[in-house]
């Protein structure tokens, strides 16, 4: 099973920046599929973004497109979630996720190992 760790959360204005990593140990990295999800106070956790860390494709949702970018380092057992024009409705944990096997998901159902989450505040 792989370890995940994420950091780079934060408080930040409407508008600002921040870039979440995930740092991954443990078994073998290349394979996998990666992704990033989160979940507000009240609500289901939602799919963010993905990346095949083979081919480096990547999808995100429809609500972040364009704003945030996933991205990964394979050297470093570590991916990246970019996220730019944040807005307060970004507010969340955000969670990093590895799926073993097979092709990207926004189900968070089919993903293995998750990490503890980060929290991101974006103030208006």
């Known amino acids: 099973q792989v370890q995940l760790v994420e950091s780079g959360g934060g408080l930040v204005q409407a508008g600002g920046s921040l870039r979440l990593s995930c740092a991954a140990s443990?078994?073998?990295?290349?394979?996998?599929?990666m992704g990033w999800f989160r979940q507000a106070p009240g609500k289901e956790r939602e799919f963010v973004a993905a990346?095949?860390?083979?081919?480096?494709?990547?999808i995100a949702a429809n609500s972040v497109s364009g704003r945030f970018t996933i991205s990964r380092d394979n050297a470093k057992n570590t991916v990246y979630l970019q996220m730019n024009s944040l807005k307060p409705e970004d507010t969340a944990v955000y969670y990093c996720?590895?799926?073993?096997?097979?092709?990207?998901?926004?189900?968070?159902?089919?993903?293995?190992?998750w990490g503890r989450g980060t929290q991101v505040t974006v103030s208006s």
């Open positions: 990346i095949m860390l083979s081919t480096g494709n990547t």
């Open positions: 996720a590895a799926k073993t096997s097979g092709y990207y998901s926004v189900s968070p159902i089919s993903y293995d190992s």
């Open positions: 443990g078994r073998t990295f290349s394979s996998y599929t």
